[in-house]
Each structure stands twice: as structure tokens, then as C-alpha cells.
Nanobody, 120 residues
Framework: QVQLVESGGGSVQAGGSLNVSCVVS????????MGWYRQAPGKQRELVAV???????NYADSVKDRFTISRDNAKKSVYLQMNSLKPEDTGVYVC??????????????WGPGTQVTVSS
């Protein structure tokens, strides 16, 4: 079993910054992709930023140039530095990982989420 645990969420005013973290643990051979999605009330979950094992990145247009994703493979962790936060960034930020097990079959895992609230 693979588990993802997020931390670092909170409440900030518009223009502020937050850094959310995610640690992956469990039966892992390789983490192919790690990243972040978010879900605002009444809206569908959307991709925020992901990073593949080759360090290629993909950002949502709405966060590009404001957010930066990074990962530490030794710690099996992924981070999202969020700057110049806007009220529309408010939502539950969910950690995502595509993990290959010892039988070389990839599976997707999700964390419980951490709340980010940006006030005007």
C-alpha cells in the first residue's frame, strides 16, 4: 500500500505565499510522476502542476509564472511553492503520484488533501 501525506496548507491574504509539501511512503519501486491537483467548492478537480521522473513539468496556465513545483527523490517528496496567491487559488490541494511497484505496473495514488484559502 502507498500513502501520500500533505502539509503546509493554510490561510493567507491575496498576494501572499505558501509552500505545500507531500511525502510518499509504502511499497514503492519507482515514482514516475508526482504533482498537485486542486478542487474548489462546486468545481471539478483540476491539474495545478506535475513533474515527471525526468524532471519535465506541466503547469496549469492560471498558475504558470507564480507557482513552482519541485521534488526530492531521496525523500520521496514533492513541493509546490505558491507565490502571488489570488482568491481564485482557494481550494483543497491534493497530492498525486504515479507509482510503479515491484511487478513494474504503474498505479495512481492520491493524498487526502490540504486546504488553501486566499482572502481578498
Amino acid at each position: 500500500q502507498v500513502q501520500l501525506v500533505e502539509s503546509g496548507g493554510g490561510s493567507v491574504q491575496a498576494g501572499g505565499s505558501l509552500n505545500v509539501s507531500c511525502v510518499v511512503s509504502g511499497n514503492i519501486f519507482r515514482i514516475n510522476t508526482m504533482g498537485w491537483y486542486r478542487q474548489a467548492p462546486g468545481k471539478q478537480r483540476e491539474l495545478v502542476a506535475v513533474m515527471a521522473s525526468a524532471d519535465s513539468t506541466n503547469y496549469a496556465d492560471s498558475v504558470k509564472d507564480r507557482f513552482t513545483i519541485s521534488r526530492d527523490n531521496a525523500k520521496k517528496s514533492v513541493y509546490l511553492q505558491m507565490n502571488s496567491l489570488k482568491p481564485e487559488d482557494t481550494g483543497v490541494y491534493v497530492c498525486y503520484a504515479r507509482v510503479t511497484n515491484r511487478f513494474y505496473y504503474p498505479q495512481d495514488y492520491w493524498g487526502p488533501g490540504t486546504q488553501v484559502t486566499v482572502s481578498s
